[in-house]
């Protein structure tokens, strides 16, 4: 994780008033770490995407989790849970251009080719991706209205990169 998303997500932690002291826990904290993309699953309004990462009835792609706050059941409105029935997204999505607009196909049904899109990004540092975020992500229809702006993508594509190589113990 970049020092700069570290900073920024205990920044929110001091500056927001919760209601009195909440244990807060970061996606970063581990190893072990913990489960965010399934408790955020349990919700009506995100569910895995065809591409592979949550996508969100309204921001589609374009949500990220940066710390989970614990509540008593009594401080919660009673919300459905997801039925993983999915009405919206990709299941209304005929053409899917997420999985047809990556330059190296690095999506397909068989899931994320990393090391093909790192490569891809290495050799050309100057492309869309390489200086917007990455294309296929950004050809989803959904939440288009919030999708980042390019330096702010590039930020975030570049911080993946980095984080993946260091999980995977491989040199950039
Ligand atoms: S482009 Fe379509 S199929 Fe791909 S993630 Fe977005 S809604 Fe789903
Ligand atoms: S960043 Fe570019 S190369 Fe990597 S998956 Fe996205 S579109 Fe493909």
Partial sequence: MSPLMFELSQLIVSCV????QLP???PFQGPPYFPFVSWASRTPDIIA???????HRDYGLWISY?????????????Q???TGILEFGCITCDTQPCLNTCPVNAYTSDGFDRKSCFNYLDQNAESECGTGGCLARRACPIGENYRYLPSQAQFHMNSFERSSRQFYQEES
């Fill in 17 to 20: 008033r919760w209601p009195e």
């Fill in 24 to 26: 807060v826990v970061f």
């Fill in 49 to 55: 995407s065809t591409m592979g990462p949550s996508i």
């Fill in 66 to 78: 940066r710390l989970a706050l614990f509540l008593r059941q009594d401080q919660v409105e009673q």
């Fill in 80 to 82: 459905s849970e997801n």
